[in-house]
C-alpha cells in the first residue's frame, strides 16, 4: 500500500492553530471525513477521544499518531496536521506535540490495515522526515515533503506495492 492511498492533498492542513490536544482532534476528524464523508465528524471525534483514553497516541519528538477503528467503512484514511504551535499531548516524553498523523481504520482489520499503521509509525518515526515536515510553510509543502520523505524511508514497501 502507498501513502498516497490512504492520506489525499485535501487530508493535510499546514500551520494549523489548536488550543488543546482535545482542540486537536477536533480538526483531525474534520480532515479525516473529508475522504469518508459517509461519517460524521462528531463520529469520528468521538472515536479518536475514546482511543485516546485508552492510551496517550503521541510518538514522542513532537508526533502524534491519533487512530481509531470505526464500523463502517472499508478502506482506511488517513490526515496530516502540522501546528503553528506545539500543544500538550500528554507524551511519554513530556514534548509538545506539533506533528499529527491521524487516521481511521475499519472495525475489522486485515492486513493491508495493519500495514497502514506500521507504515505510518515507521515514517513518523524518521526524524529527517519530521524535520522537513516541520520546515513546510504551506498544505502542499506538507504534503510532497510527506510523500517524498516516505520514498526515502520506506523504499522496499514502495517497490513492493508497485509490483517492481
Do not use: W
Not at 477521544?49 to 464500523?71: M, N, Q, S, V
Not at 481511521?104 to 515536515?133: F, N, W
Amino acid at each position: 500500500m502507498l501513502l498516497e492511498d490512504i492520506l489525499k492533498p485535501d487530508g493535510v492542513l499546514c500551520n494549523a492553530t489548536a488550543r488543546s490536544k482535545k482542540h486537536c482532534l477536533e480538526i483531525l476528524s474534520e480532515l479525516l471525513v473529508r475522504s469518508t464523508p459517509e461519517i460524521a465528524s462528531e463520529e469520528l471525534f468521538e472515536c479518536l477521544i475514546e482511543r485516546e483514553r485508552l492510551g496517550c497516541t503521541g510518538l514522542d519528538k513532537g508526533a502524534a499518531f491519533p487512530h481509531c477503528r470505526l464500523a463502517g467503512i472499508s478502506d482506511s484514511n488517513a490526515a496530516l496536521i502540522k501546528l503553528s504551535e506545539p500543544v500538550d499531548f500528554d507524551a511519554a516524553d513530556g514534548e509538545p506535540v506539533d506533528l499529527l498523523f491521524g487516521m481511521v481504520v475499519p472495525k475489522e482489520l486485515d492486513d493491508s490495515h495493519y500495514a497502514s499503521i506500521k507504515m505510518i509509525t515507521q515514517v513518523m518515526a524518521d526524524e529527517g522526515l519530521r524535520s522537513r515536515l516541520r520546515s513546510a510553510s504551506t498544505s502542499r509543502e506538507l504534503y510532497e515533503a510527506l510523500l517524498n520523505g516516505s520514498e526515502l524511508i520506506l523504499p522496499e514497501q514502495q517497490r513492493a506495492a508497485q509490483g517492481t
